[in-house]
Protein backbone atom coordinates (compact mmCIF):
# COMPACT_ATOMS: atom_id res chain seq x y z
CA UNK A 1 0.00 0.00 0.00
CA UNK A 2 0.86 3.28 -0.70
CA UNK A 3 2.65 5.65 2.03
CA UNK A 4 -0.08 8.27 3.92
CA UNK A 5 -0.48 11.40 3.14
CA UNK A 6 -2.20 14.67 2.86
CA UNK A 7 -1.81 17.96 1.69
CA UNK A 8 -2.63 21.43 2.26
CA UNK A 9 -4.12 23.82 0.22
CA UNK A 10 -4.62 27.72 0.72
CA UNK A 11 -6.14 29.97 -1.34
CA UNK A 12 -6.04 33.75 -0.16
CA UNK A 13 -10.09 33.87 0.03
CA UNK A 14 -10.42 30.40 1.05
CA UNK A 15 -10.06 27.93 4.03
CA UNK A 16 -7.18 25.96 4.01
CA UNK A 17 -8.33 22.30 2.49
CA UNK A 18 -7.06 18.62 4.17
CA UNK A 19 -8.68 15.58 3.16
CA UNK A 20 -9.25 13.55 6.25
CA UNK A 21 -6.35 11.34 7.58
CA UNK A 22 -5.97 7.84 7.58
CA UNK A 23 -5.97 6.04 10.88
CA UNK A 24 -3.04 4.77 11.48
CA UNK A 25 0.44 4.79 9.50
CA UNK A 26 3.18 2.70 10.14
CA UNK A 27 6.63 3.36 10.45
CA UNK A 28 7.29 0.83 7.63
CA UNK A 29 5.13 3.12 5.40
CA UNK A 30 1.80 0.78 5.48
CA UNK A 31 -1.31 2.41 6.17
CA UNK A 32 -5.12 1.88 7.35
CA UNK A 33 -7.00 4.35 5.52
CA UNK A 34 -10.24 6.28 6.68
CA UNK A 35 -12.81 7.91 4.37
CA UNK A 36 -11.65 11.48 2.70
CA UNK A 37 -12.87 14.39 2.54
CA UNK A 38 -12.73 17.60 0.84
CA UNK A 39 -13.17 21.70 0.61
CA UNK A 40 -13.36 22.94 -2.86
CA UNK A 41 -10.84 25.59 -1.40
CA UNK A 42 -8.79 26.15 -4.88
CA UNK A 43 -4.79 25.58 -5.41
CA UNK A 44 -2.03 27.71 -4.14
CA UNK A 45 1.51 27.57 -3.29
CA UNK A 46 1.35 26.51 0.31
CA UNK A 47 3.66 23.10 0.76
CA UNK A 48 2.57 19.44 0.45
CA UNK A 49 3.28 18.20 4.20
CA UNK A 50 3.23 14.29 3.10
CA UNK A 51 2.80 12.53 -0.21
CA UNK A 52 -0.39 12.13 -1.86
CA UNK A 53 -1.89 8.93 -1.37
CA UNK A 54 -5.12 6.28 -2.08
CA UNK A 55 -7.56 7.68 0.51
CA UNK A 56 -10.09 4.81 -0.01
CA UNK A 57 -11.03 2.40 3.37
CA UNK A 58 -9.31 -0.44 3.39
CA UNK A 59 -11.28 -3.53 2.42
CA UNK A 60 -10.26 -5.75 5.74
CA UNK A 61 -12.27 -3.16 7.62
CA UNK A 62 -8.97 -1.90 9.59
CA UNK A 63 -10.49 1.28 10.18
CA UNK A 64 -12.22 1.35 13.63
CA UNK A 65 -16.13 2.69 13.48
CA UNK A 66 -16.58 5.65 13.82
CA UNK A 67 -19.63 5.75 16.68
CA UNK A 68 -17.54 5.84 19.87
CA UNK A 69 -16.86 8.35 21.81
CA UNK A 70 -14.70 8.89 24.09
CA UNK A 71 -16.12 8.67 27.17
CA UNK A 72 -15.71 10.43 30.72
CA UNK A 73 -14.85 7.65 32.72
CA UNK A 74 -11.86 7.23 30.50
CA UNK A 75 -10.69 10.43 31.98
CA UNK A 76 -7.71 10.76 34.38
CA UNK A 77 -7.74 10.86 38.47
CA UNK A 78 -8.14 14.54 39.52
CA UNK A 79 -5.83 14.48 42.24
CA UNK A 80 -3.40 17.43 43.74
CA UNK A 81 0.35 17.06 41.86
CA UNK A 82 2.73 20.26 42.91
CA UNK A 83 5.78 18.78 41.82
CA UNK A 84 4.36 17.56 38.86
CA UNK A 85 2.70 21.25 37.87
CA UNK A 86 6.29 22.56 39.14
CA UNK A 87 8.06 20.94 36.30
CA UNK A 88 5.40 22.50 33.68
CA UNK A 89 7.14 25.49 33.48
CA UNK A 90 10.22 23.63 31.92
CA UNK A 91 10.34 24.48 28.02
CA UNK A 92 6.81 26.15 27.52
CA UNK A 93 7.61 29.05 24.58
CA UNK A 94 3.98 29.73 24.11
CA UNK A 95 0.96 29.83 26.71
CA UNK A 96 -2.81 31.22 26.21
CA UNK A 97 -4.81 30.86 28.90
CA UNK A 98 -7.53 32.95 27.54
CA UNK A 99 -8.10 34.06 30.62
CA UNK A 100 -8.55 37.45 30.29
CA UNK A 101 -12.49 37.26 30.26
CA UNK A 102 -13.29 40.50 27.89
CA UNK A 103 -11.50 42.44 24.91
CA UNK A 104 -10.12 41.56 21.53
CA UNK A 105 -6.60 39.92 22.65
CA UNK A 106 -5.60 37.18 23.90
CA UNK A 107 -1.61 37.34 26.23
CA UNK A 108 0.99 35.07 25.54
CA UNK A 109 2.23 34.14 29.05
CA UNK A 110 5.49 32.57 27.92
CA UNK A 111 6.39 36.11 26.53
CA UNK A 112 5.08 35.27 23.07
CA UNK A 113 3.37 38.20 21.38
CA UNK A 114 -0.11 38.64 21.97
CA UNK A 115 -2.81 37.46 19.34
CA UNK A 116 -6.07 39.27 18.19
CA UNK A 117 -9.36 37.97 18.70
CA UNK A 118 -11.71 37.93 15.90
CA UNK A 119 -14.81 39.49 16.01
CA UNK A 120 -16.83 36.36 15.74
CA UNK A 121 -15.61 34.82 18.82
CA UNK A 122 -16.97 34.74 22.33
CA UNK A 123 -16.16 34.43 25.55
CA UNK A 124 -17.26 31.91 27.66
CA UNK A 125 -16.71 30.10 31.70
CA UNK A 126 -13.70 27.81 31.19
CA UNK A 127 -13.12 24.33 32.15
CA UNK A 128 -13.16 24.70 36.08
CA UNK A 129 -16.27 26.89 35.80
CA UNK A 130 -14.74 29.31 38.22
CA UNK A 131 -15.41 33.13 37.95
CA UNK A 132 -11.75 33.81 37.26
CA UNK A 133 -11.34 30.98 34.33
CA UNK A 134 -12.31 31.91 31.02
CA UNK A 135 -12.12 30.41 27.51
CA UNK A 136 -12.26 31.88 24.21
CA UNK A 137 -14.78 30.08 22.01
CA UNK A 138 -14.69 30.64 18.01
CA UNK A 139 -17.26 30.28 15.59
CA UNK A 140 -16.51 28.60 11.76
CA UNK A 141 -17.33 30.57 9.91
CA UNK A 142 -13.94 29.91 7.70
CA UNK A 143 -11.73 32.84 9.22
CA UNK A 144 -12.33 32.64 12.71
CA UNK A 145 -9.79 31.77 15.15
CA UNK A 146 -6.99 33.96 15.93
CA UNK A 147 -5.58 36.64 13.34
CA UNK A 148 -2.50 35.17 11.92
CA UNK A 149 0.35 36.60 14.29
CA UNK A 150 4.04 36.40 13.70
CA UNK A 151 4.87 33.51 16.04
CA UNK A 152 7.97 34.07 18.49
CA UNK A 153 11.39 32.88 17.91
CA UNK A 154 11.45 29.97 20.42
CA UNK A 155 8.10 28.59 18.59
CA UNK A 156 9.87 29.12 14.99
CA UNK A 157 12.71 27.54 15.88
CA UNK A 158 11.05 24.33 16.70
CA UNK A 159 13.12 21.39 15.36
CA UNK A 160 13.47 17.93 16.77
CA UNK A 161 10.81 17.82 19.53
CA UNK A 162 8.24 19.58 21.25
CA UNK A 163 4.60 19.09 22.58
CA UNK A 164 1.02 21.03 22.02
CA UNK A 165 -1.55 21.09 24.63
CA UNK A 166 -5.16 22.67 25.13
CA UNK A 167 -8.53 22.23 26.35
CA UNK A 168 -11.05 22.04 24.56
CA UNK A 169 -15.11 22.36 24.25
CA UNK A 170 -15.72 21.45 20.78
CA UNK A 171 -18.94 22.50 19.35
CA UNK A 172 -20.06 20.93 16.25
CA UNK A 173 -17.51 18.96 13.01
CA UNK A 174 -17.89 20.67 10.08
CA UNK A 175 -17.54 20.15 6.69
CA UNK A 176 -13.75 20.33 6.36
CA UNK A 177 -11.25 19.49 9.39
CA UNK A 178 -10.98 22.03 11.92
CA UNK A 179 -7.54 23.21 13.73
CA UNK A 180 -6.30 24.03 16.84
CA UNK A 181 -2.92 25.34 15.89
CA UNK A 182 -0.22 25.03 13.37
CA UNK A 183 2.53 25.84 10.94
CA UNK A 184 4.25 29.07 12.57
CA UNK A 185 8.00 28.56 10.37
CA UNK A 186 7.64 24.51 10.95
CA UNK A 187 5.42 22.39 9.25
CA UNK A 188 3.35 20.75 12.04
CA UNK A 189 -0.42 20.41 12.61
CA UNK A 190 -2.84 19.62 15.42
CA UNK A 191 -6.27 19.46 14.01
CA UNK A 192 -9.96 17.60 14.88
CA UNK A 193 -10.63 16.05 11.40
CA UNK A 194 -13.95 16.55 9.24
CA UNK A 195 -17.53 15.42 9.30
CA UNK A 196 -18.26 12.07 11.17
CA UNK A 197 -14.02 11.16 11.50
CA UNK A 198 -14.11 13.03 14.83
CA UNK A 199 -10.75 12.07 16.48
CA UNK A 200 -7.25 14.38 16.90
CA UNK A 201 -4.81 14.43 14.55
CA UNK A 202 -1.70 15.44 14.43
CA UNK A 203 0.87 15.52 11.20
CA UNK A 204 4.60 16.52 10.98
CA UNK A 205 6.62 17.07 8.19
CA UNK A 206 9.67 15.50 8.28
CA UNK A 207 11.80 13.79 5.99
CA UNK A 208 9.31 10.94 5.98
CA UNK A 209 6.67 12.75 6.81
CA UNK A 210 4.35 11.80 9.63
CA UNK A 211 0.55 11.67 10.39
CA UNK A 212 -1.24 9.98 13.24
CA UNK A 213 -4.95 10.10 14.90
CA UNK A 214 -6.40 9.24 17.93
CA UNK A 215 -8.17 5.72 18.37
CA UNK A 216 -11.57 7.23 19.29
CA UNK A 217 -14.23 10.19 18.98
CA UNK A 218 -13.56 13.10 20.78
CA UNK A 219 -17.22 14.10 22.23
CA UNK A 220 -19.00 17.25 21.51
CA UNK A 221 -19.85 20.04 23.86
CA UNK A 222 -18.07 18.75 26.96
CA UNK A 223 -14.24 19.67 28.04
CA UNK A 224 -11.23 17.41 26.84
CA UNK A 225 -7.74 18.06 27.18
CA UNK A 226 -6.02 16.71 24.41
CA UNK A 227 -1.95 16.72 23.64
CA UNK A 228 0.50 15.43 21.53
CA UNK A 229 4.26 14.44 22.46
CA UNK A 230 7.45 14.39 20.28
CA UNK A 231 10.83 13.32 21.25
CA UNK A 232 12.42 12.41 18.08
CA UNK A 233 11.96 8.73 18.54
CA UNK A 234 8.00 8.47 18.92
CA UNK A 235 5.36 10.83 18.23
CA UNK A 236 2.01 10.35 20.53
CA UNK A 237 -1.63 11.93 21.04
CA UNK A 238 -2.98 11.86 24.76
CA UNK A 239 -6.82 12.21 25.24
CA UNK A 240 -8.04 12.97 28.69
CA UNK A 241 -4.25 12.23 30.08
CA UNK A 242 -4.21 8.70 28.80
CA UNK A 243 -2.27 7.90 25.66
CA UNK A 244 -4.37 6.99 22.73
CA UNK A 245 -1.82 6.12 19.92
CA UNK A 246 1.95 5.98 19.06
CA UNK A 247 4.30 6.17 16.00
CA UNK A 248 7.90 6.09 15.18
CA UNK A 249 8.94 9.70 13.86
CA UNK A 250 12.38 10.92 13.74
CA UNK A 251 13.72 13.23 11.86
CA UNK A 252 13.72 17.08 11.62
CA UNK A 253 10.81 19.59 11.08
CA UNK A 254 11.11 21.24 7.51
CA UNK A 255 11.16 25.04 7.24
CA UNK A 256 7.86 26.80 5.80
CA UNK A 257 7.71 30.56 4.59
CA UNK A 258 5.18 30.86 7.08
CA UNK A 259 5.82 32.09 9.92
CA UNK A 260 2.75 33.03 11.83
CA UNK A 261 0.88 31.22 14.16
CA UNK A 262 -2.74 31.35 15.36
CA UNK A 263 -4.58 29.23 18.08
CA UNK A 264 -8.44 28.25 16.77
CA UNK A 265 -7.21 28.13 13.01
CA UNK A 266 -4.19 27.68 10.94
CA UNK A 267 -1.22 29.48 10.92
CA UNK A 268 -3.01 31.44 7.58
CA UNK A 269 -5.94 31.96 9.58
CA UNK A 270 -8.02 29.25 7.60
CA UNK A 271 -9.63 25.75 8.33
CA UNK A 272 -11.73 27.78 11.82
CA UNK A 273 -12.09 25.38 14.99
CA UNK A 274 -15.61 25.86 16.45
CA UNK A 275 -15.84 25.94 19.99
CA UNK A 276 -13.67 26.90 22.89
CA UNK A 277 -10.41 26.76 24.07
CA UNK A 278 -8.73 26.84 27.08
CA UNK A 279 -4.49 26.57 28.46
CA UNK A 280 -3.15 26.30 25.12
CA UNK A 281 0.36 25.86 25.21
CA UNK A 282 3.58 24.64 22.91
CA UNK A 283 6.26 23.09 24.48
CA UNK A 284 10.00 22.80 23.20
CA UNK A 285 10.29 19.51 24.50
CA UNK A 286 8.54 16.38 25.05
CA UNK A 287 6.40 16.41 28.18
CA UNK A 288 6.46 13.42 30.41
CA UNK A 289 3.60 10.92 30.51
CA UNK A 290 3.20 12.28 34.18
CA UNK A 291 3.12 15.78 32.86
CA UNK A 292 0.50 15.35 29.87
CA UNK A 293 -1.63 13.74 33.27
CA UNK A 294 -1.42 16.80 35.55
CA UNK A 295 -2.33 19.18 32.61
CA UNK A 296 -5.75 16.97 32.10
CA UNK A 297 -6.46 17.07 36.01
Not at 178 to 190: E, N, R, V
Not at 194 to 211: A, N, W
Not at 213 to 231: E, M, R, S
Not at 264 to 269: K, V, Y
Request: aromatic fraction near 8%; hydrophobic fraction near 40%.
Amino acid sequence: MKRLGFAIWCGAWAACQVPNPAYHVSSDGDASVADARETDAPNSDAPSLLDAADTKPPPDGSVPPQDTAFSPSDTAVLVDAPSELASLAQGLIAHIKADEGTGTWLNDSAGGPPMEVRPVSSWVPGRTGLASDTAIKFANDGWAGTAPQAASEAVRNLRSQMSVAVWLNWASPGGFDQAISGWAGKLWYFRLGPHTYRRICVSLDLEEGRLICGTQDIPLNQWVHVAFTWDNLLLRIFVNGQLQVSQQATGTLRSYHESNLSVGALGAGGNAFAGALDDFRIYNRALLDSEVAALAR
